[in-house]
């Protein structure tokens, strides 16, 4: 950044964000002559409106206002996208500032990435069957959902042996044990739900069933949510679960909790923040998203409002109010 | 439309989580955590989260009633102080001050406490003031300033979680004290070991690494078992016994004489069980114990808390952090009602009635001549107004009219009153024999400030306009004590309450308004302004100097069950309820989650007496009966039945025990004796 005025100021902007406010903000900047760095913690700008339908109060559709704006960002040349990164430092003072930058892996070669598609098919094999097509631009490992198969990888290998382009973390994870320690530096620890989808399915059970015995009903998992739109539902049914007992079923209370927002969940984390015991419940909604909910629960939740789910049919065969269920 | 958040603390258990009450239009409307607050961090239990649903409940008091007829009828407030002033000056001309007995309030500020303590001391002119801790921690504050010179929780409620094995007994820590009980398991998670000691199987036994179910009553005998078993592995710290504690060897002969055989038959456990308790505590560098009304509301309750100080100075478990002795406190503000002096015997900080100096010092600064005799306890009160020596009491936010044991006495006692005032928020079980009641605020329409558990001094603030025509206690007290003729009681706020505190009280001395609202987090002592309080007490010396160990015997408790009343009732409470449900019950999301007492019974006599699930029984002491639905669990011993004490319509404190701890007078509310019958 050059110094353009004389007095020392620069004439660039940072915009910390990439929602529908941080887009707006750049636009603005940009077309009054300023050069922008839009910084966005995500892979990709449009942040809460881009997973919107309606807006309020004029009920207009959602992206049909927000994707010109996503693609001038993406075109215009006095904005510098920086997606994948969080502002780590601040320093100095008004028309000089300076700042630092964390930029997260993609854990793809851009240059080298041919668009093939082969590494998404290898890992989801739904992929194609649900959109009819796979278009790949830039793809991008989400480092949440990645249990470090590595599958990705071989089938990129398998495409382009000269230039692969997952720059993968995956891959080399998948020898972490067999690398010596010095080389092991660099490569992240595991998040929790990586961990559990690598676990057995006893193994994950018994780990459910131990957080999930912790929990003392303070509704704080509940209220805290933004996308809980349920007034009361079976959490505060006595034929689901039985008041006044602590823990509250294991693991029903925590499944129809998670039932409910399985399509509305956008990974906020307010559950887990509000828990006082601590209860890892991010990880449950990390780990719902590998599967369909329909895989899941066998019902789509929100389509269909006369389609009963499975799980509370079942239930209403099998009553859970059997009192010692959670002692 | 307006709005706003005023950060305050929530008036349940005595954690002390401070959260946001939001106000809209005037209202309080809602909970808010607060994410910066040291003990919640954001994350309050169901209580705090509904913490305000109470405030302005249609049942509020609105305005002062008087008595006419067996009938309430509301009355203007300058009538109805009128008419205290004047009843209480007259029973003090013709039966002098100690007819008149004053019960303070744990669920009210300190400011409000002290200006109690002084209104009694210096207006009335009588020590007879109490309130509940003696039904909860008295023995707690006779007994650890026996052994330590200091009856408070000795270390901060956040370094529960750097202990590396925490000893739990008699404190049903994840219901009662939740955000204590999240660090208990924090804890774990980094590799301490849990031992949970409890007659009743509760949610935090599940957690532990060794669980020992002892019969009721029977902790003098488990805590001398594991100390022997401690000296005969050579665990115990010799250097820190030589050094900082004296009477170490008579406790070496006492504990000889509970050998583990003898400890496992009395109480009733696996002797390998109690073996391993005594080797993780042992073995531990920092171990903590954790106990609550399990321990204190014994017949032996200073004795229990004596044998606990005694196991933490044996292994040197004291005076470092994440160590101590903690007692859990009940209630948001008793920590609070006790150093403010609202106890017979001591003033503000603890300082001794019968102690010249201390009464010299408040006889200047009030400008009265004080009492010189300790005054009635609580638990005292009731016999004396049963044989008339007691003639008029002031309840200021207590409902001992479910609260205290064997109630039906205490409604005699209170009946046989000439003049009774209740001052509290609803027109609970004892407000409603008052000849007048008073109407107060809830803490969101007052400022001041609360002591929790862990000695932490924090900021109350007001959120709302008082409801109605209720005033906040310090208002009614001071105008109170300006109609009796009381001279010193015009404060403008509570602020100038809080300086006199700090000035007549060493521990508080450093404790401002302008410090606690800048955030400084202040636990008592702190001695001056440049004080930052104290995080755990006894670092170098104990409060006393030396610590003392006591050699204690164990005792059974006073009734056991016999052929007629074959079963121990124990009492306690629940998550969802608290205490006499003054507040819960008027809070929609807790009254739905229980909104009714049980009685709990082991299945095999369940089975023995054809008691099936849910069942109507009789549960009946040699005190009363009450009517009650039975719940058939494993979490109570073969027995052993188990009654919350929260509900009126099923009140376990029909049933409990008159029989009192000698020195610190608290009631048996954990062990007596009745029997069940079917319908």
Redesign the interface.
């Known amino acids: 950044m050059e110094d353009q005025s004389g007095n020392g100021t620069i004439g660039a902007v940072l915009v910390v964000g990439g929602g529908v406010g941080g887009i707006q903000a750049a636009l603005d900047l940009a077309e009054s002559g300023y050069y922008v760095y839009l910084v966005e913690k995500s892979p990709s700008i449009g942040g809460i409106m881009a997973q919107l339908d309606k807006t309020f109060p004029t009920n207009d559709c959602s992206m049909c206002i927000l994707s010109p704006k996503l693609v001038e960002t993406g075109r215009h040349l006095n904005i510098q996208l920086i997606t994948n990164a969080e502002l780590q430092e601040v320093s100095g003072e008004a028309g000089k500032f300076k700042v630092k930058v964390l930029q997260r892996p993609r854990h793809v070669d851009i240059d080298k990435c041919t668009g093939c598609g082969s590494c998404a098919e290898s890992v989801f094999d739904n992929l194609k069957e649900r959109d009819g097509q796979i278009w790949v631009d830039r793809i991008v490992v989400d480092e949440a959902k990645c249990t470090q198969c590595g599958d990705c990888t071989l089938a990129c290998l398998a495409e382009n042996e000269e230039a692969h382009a997952m720059t993968n973390v995956v891959f080399e994870r998948r020898r972490v044990p067999e690398l010596p320690v010095q080389q092991r530096e660099g490569i992240e620890p595991e998040t929790l739900a990586q961990r559990l989808a690598l676990m057995d399915d006893e193994s994950r059970k018994d780990f459910w069933q131990a957080e999930l ?2 929990c ?5 998992c509940r ?1 805290a949510c933004p996308v809980w739109i349920y007034d009361g539902a079976e959490l ?1 049914d006595a034929e689901w679960i039985k ?2 007992e ?2 509250p079923a294991v693991p029903l209370f925590q499944i129809i909790r998670a039932y409910r927002i399985a399509d509305l969940c956008v990974n906020c984390g307010m559950c887990e ?6 209860i890892p419940l991010r990880a449950i909604h990390q780990l719902m998203w590998r599967q369909s909910p329909e895989s899941v629960f066998e019902v789509v939740p929100g389509l269909d409002s006369e389609t009963k789910n499975r799980l509370v049919q079942r239930l209403k065969e099998e009553p859970a109010v059997n ?2 269920i959670a ?1 | 439309m307006s709005t706003d958040f005023v950060l305050t603390v929530c008036p349940y258990c005595g954690c002390g989580c401070q959260v946001y009450v939001q106000v809209m239009d005037g209202r309080a409307t809602g909970v808010v ?1 607060c994410r910066t607050d040291e003990i ?1 961090e ?5 209580k705090g ?1 509904n913490a305000v649903d109470f405030v302005d409940h249609p049942d509020r008091l609105k305005s002062p009633l008087l008595k006419r007829d067996g009938k309430f009828q509301p009355i203007s407030w300058d009538e109805a102080l009128g008419i205290v002033a004047e009843r209480l000056g007259k029973t003090k001309r013709k039966h002098g001050p100690d007819s008149i007995g004053v019960l303070a309030s744990a669920k009210c500020t300190n400011e409000e406490n002290f200006l109690l303590m002084k209104f009694a001391r210096a207006v009335i002119g009588t020590n007879n003031v109490d309130h509940c801790a003696r039904l909860c921690h008295a023995s707690t504050v006779v007994g650890l300033a026996k052994a330590f010179g200091s009856g408070a929780m000795t270390n901060s409620v956040p370094e529960v979680e750097g202990s590396d094995c925490i000893l739990i007994i008699g404190s049903n820590t ?2 009662q004290h ?2 204590i ?2 660090r208990v ?2 804890a774990k ?1 980094k590799g301490a070991r849990l031992v949970v000691a409890d007659p009743r199987r509760t ?1 935090i036994a ?2 532990a690494d060794v669980y020992l179910q002892h019969r009721p009553g029977t902790d003098v005998c488990l805590l001398n078992g594991i100390m022997n078993l401690i000296l005969s592995w050579d665990l115990a710290d010799r250097d820190f016994i030589a050094e900082r504690t004296e009477g170490f060897d008579e406790l070496e002969k006492k504990v000889k004489e509970y050998p583990p055989e003898k400890v496992c038959e009395i109480a009733g456990i696996d002797q390998a069980a109690l073996e391993e308790a005594a080797r993780l505590y042992g073995q531990a560098e920092r171990g903590s114990i954790l106990y609550g009304m399990g321990i204190t509301q014994h017949t032996t309750g200073v004795e229990n808390v004596l044998c606990i100080a005694d196991l933490a100075m044996l292994t040197g478990n004291i005076g470092r952090e994440s160590t101590g002795v903690n007692p859990l406190r009940g209630q948001n503000n008793v920590q609070g009602a006790c150093d403010m002096g609202a106890l017979p015997n001591v003033y503000s900080g603890y300082q001794l009635v019968t102690d010249g100096t201390a009464r010299a010092k408040f006889e200047e600064a009030w400008g009265v001549e004080l009492p010189q005799q300790p005054g009635l306890m609580a638990t005292e009160m009731t016999d004396a107004a049963i044989d008339g020596s007691l003639k008029a009491m002031y309840i200021v936010g207590e409902n001992p009219a479910l609260s205290d044991a064997d109630i039906n006495h205490l409604k005699k006692a209170l009946r046989s009153l000439d003049f009774l005032v209740v001052q509290d928020i609803f027109l609970s079980e004892a407000a409603q024999l008052a000849h007048v009641v008073l109407p107060a605020c809830s803490f969101a329409e007052k400022e001041g400030t609360f002591t929790a558990t862990d000695r932490r001094v924090q900021r109350v603030r007001k959120a709302i306009e008082p409801i109605g025509e209720s005033k906040p206690d310090w208002i009614i007290l001071s105008e109170l004590a300006a109609r009796i003729g009381g001279a010193g009681f015009d404060y403008p706020s509570p602020r100038e309450i809080m300086q006199e505190i700090s000035a007549l009280t060493p521990s508080y001395a450093g404790v401002t308004y302008e410090r606690l609202d800048e955030g400084a987090i202040l636990p008592w002592p702190c001695t001056s302004e440049e004080h930052n309080g104290t995080r755990f007490l006894h670092k170098d010396s104990f409060t006393r100097g030396k610590g003392r160990f006591f050699p204690i015997d164990y005792r059974e408790p006073a009734e056991l069950p016999d052929r007629k009343y074959p079963f121990v009732l124990t009492t306690g409470r ?3 309820q608290y205490h006499t449900g003054t507040m819960t019950r008027r809070t929609p ?1 807790l009254e ?4 009714t007492g049980f009685v709990e019974i082991n299945p095999e006599d369940a089975k023995r007496l054809s008691i099936s ?1 849910g069942q109507w029984v009789t549960v009946e002491s040699r005190r009363g009966k009450i009517r009650i639905q039975a ?1 058939v ?3 109570m011993l073969p027995g052993v039945v188990f009654i919350p004490f929260h509900f009126a319509e099923c009140p376990a404190n029909e049933l409990t025990s008159r029989h009192l701890d000698p020195e610190a007078k608290i009631p048996e509310f954990k062990v007596c004796a009745v029997k069940i019958n079917k319908g």
């Open positions: 015995s912790k003392i009903k303070c509704f704080g209220d505060e008041p006044g602590i823990p923040d509000a828990c006082p015991m601590d009192t010692e002692r | 955590p919640s954001g994350r309050p239990c169901i989260r994840i219901e939740p955000l009980g999240s398991l924090r998670e949610p599940e957690f629940l998550m969802f999301a739905r989650e229980l909104p699930q719940l669990t494993e979490r």
